[in-house]
């Protein structure tokens, strides 16, 4: 074994940025958190009206781009690249060798909406009126390439498709191209735009939403014995990650360590969650070895938790099985309850947010927990927000097709 195997470079956080339901940046973000704001909403456009389910979770602020950009850009693209502006800004806009910088950027469908309104161009207007931008706005490794080409990367660009894993795994991706010695620098996280009339209607006809549209702000229940399903939500998350040495040679704001990532596989349903919670602590047991961590040195989880009555109940039991008894003393909570689902965004975003907890020392409280479902043994932060100590904090990611990631932060 080489000694960069027992000895992995150390991967640090250096950057921040997001656009989603709650604010047009981390900065508004996290004080939408904070407070307890929920970002769902009443949906209000006409395709609405047909359908089971009339509540998401909207972007907070549209997209600060130009005439061309907001031309030639699919929903997700725009976004990524404003959380990726932000994200880089926040860094200090770093000098790198472009052969140096890489972009992992993922998400869960795509260029839906183009792909969408494009079909519908086609079909009422013809062929001719399609845009010619059409196929690269609709690729899944848009939103990748978008931010790859405003940044000039050249050490690689990927987008990872992992459903609502997608964010997390970017992440745990960028983490290992740094260990590798492939990139000093990654810009990675994720980015989601599916509010539409098709993926809402696709969503309900599984079961998977919440349909209290009278009640849009209290629809998003984690681990409440009400819940009822998940709000679909839209937005994007970016961290710029580095190695630690090149962090200190510029001499940059350090704003903490992804310490290490866990992904597997549950090999049970393409939608359905494994109930036993085995594949979940699989990837949390890899997070944990990868970071050189005990279950004792964990103070916090920013939980997967999308208010789906199977789905939190097994991690709630996936938990158990990768922590044990060290389980009792762990804060608990689940963001989703005030941003809504983001789909592949999701865990790009609640990394960027286990990152604030830990360095802020205060843990958001879970929205809407009226009652904990008696199955869920965990310590749930609900009502007030939490302080927290020193220590480390995990985020779950798990996806149709069974996809699992957990990464673990310090600071």
Not at 295 to 308: E, L
């Amino acid at each position: 074994m080489s000694p960069r195997d027992t000895h992995p470079r150390q991967v640090v956080v250096t950057g921040l940025g997001a656009t989603t339901p709650l604010g047009g940046d981390v900065p508004s973000t996290w004080e939408g958190l904070l407070s307890g704001r929920s970002g769902a909403r009443r949906l209000t456009e006409d395709w609405v009206e047909q359908l089971p389910v009339q509540i998401a979770a909207p972007l907070a602020v549209e997209p600060p781009l130009g005439r061309v950009e907001a031309r030639t850009l699919d929903r997700s693209q725009q976004m990524a690249l404003v959380a990726a502006r932000e994200a880089w800004a926040d860094a200090g806009s770093p000098e790198v060798d472009s052969e140096r910088l890489a972009v992992c950027v993922a998400s869960g469908i795509g260029g839906v909406l183009t792909l969408l309104h494009q079909h519908d161009v086609l079909r009422e207007k013809g062929p001719r009126r399609v845009s010619p931008h059409v196929v690269p706005m609709l690729m899944p490794n848009g939103p990748a390439s978008t931010v790859g080409l405003a940044f000039g990367a050249k050490a690689g660009v990927h987008a990872p498709v992992s459903a609502c894993a997608s964010g997390s795994e970017a992440i745990a991706l960028a983490l290992d191209i740094i260990r590798a010695g492939r990139a000093d620098i990654v810009i990675a996280g994720g980015t989601e735009a599916a509010i539409a009339a098709l993926p809402i209607a696709g969503f309900a006809q599984m079961q998977a939403l919440s349909k209290r549209n009278d009640a849009p702000e209290t629809a998003s229940r984690p681990f409440d014995k009400g819940r009822d399903g998940f709000v679909l939500g839209e937005g994007a998350a970016v961290l710029v990650l580095e190695s630690a040495e090149h962090a200190a040679a510029r001499g940059a704001r350090v704003l903490g360590t992804l310490a290490g990532a866990g992904i597997s596989s549950d090999a049970y349903h393409v939608a359905a969650t494994d109930p036993t919670g085995a594949g979940a602590a699989r990837a949390v047991r890899a997070a944990l070895r990868s970071a050189s961590l005990e279950p004792t040195d964990v103070i916090h989880i920013n939980a997967h938790a999308t208010s789906t009555p199977i789905g939190d109940v097994a991690e709630g039991v996936g938990l158990r099985l990768a922590l044990g008894d060290a389980l009792d003393s762990i804060a608990v909570t689940s963001t989703k309850s005030m941003t809504g689902h983001l789909l592949g965004a999701a865990g790009a975003l609640e990394a960027v947010v286990t990152l604030l907890s830990l360095r802020e020392r205060i843990v958001p409280a879970t929205r809407n927990l009226d009652a904990l479902d008696d199955e869920i043994a965990l310590d749930v932060v609900s009502i007030d927000n939490r302080e927290l100590g020193t220590g480390a904090g995990l985020s779950n990611s798990f996806g149709f097709g069974g996809h699992d990631v957990c990464l673990a932060f310090t600071v």
